[in-house]
């Protein structure tokens, strides 16, 4: 098996646990009430967290490898994607905005502000 494969594995695993833990969260503050004790560590990843995430560990990616590292739906995927204050397209591939703003400033294309 091909090394990205066992990477792309591995984010659907760790994706299904946050998922789970989202859930276990839900089902103690749902029935504990406010004395369910919630672990200050806790921290639900929102899909666009996630898709942050995976630019920024992997660089700029195909809206194709996106869906493949994921799993998530491409009709998911293009709402994430819509979020133009945090996604950019450039030559087919989905960049964060910050980053190519950083990039544009270091060519002394953007003035620094």
Not at 34 to 55: C, D, N, Q, W, Y
Not at 68 to 89: H, I, Q, S
């Amino acid at each position: 098996m091909e090394d990205i494969e066992i990477k792309k594995i591995i984010l659907r695993i760790d994706q299904k646990i946050k998922s789970l833990e989202t859930a276990k969260q839900v089902l103690i503050q749902e029935f504990a009430g406010e004395r369910a004790i919630v672990s200050p560590s806790f921290k639900a990843e929102t899909r666009k967290g996630a898709v942050v995430k995976l630019i920024q560990e992997h660089g700029p990616l195909l809206r194709k490898e996106i869906i493949e590292m994921t799993g998530f739906p491409l009709g998911t995927l293009a709402y994430v994607l819509n979020d133009k204050n945090l996604f950019c397209n450039k030559d087919g591939k989905w960049d964060l905005v910050s980053r190519e703003s950083k990039e544009k400033k270091q060519l002394g294309l953007i003035g620094n502000e």
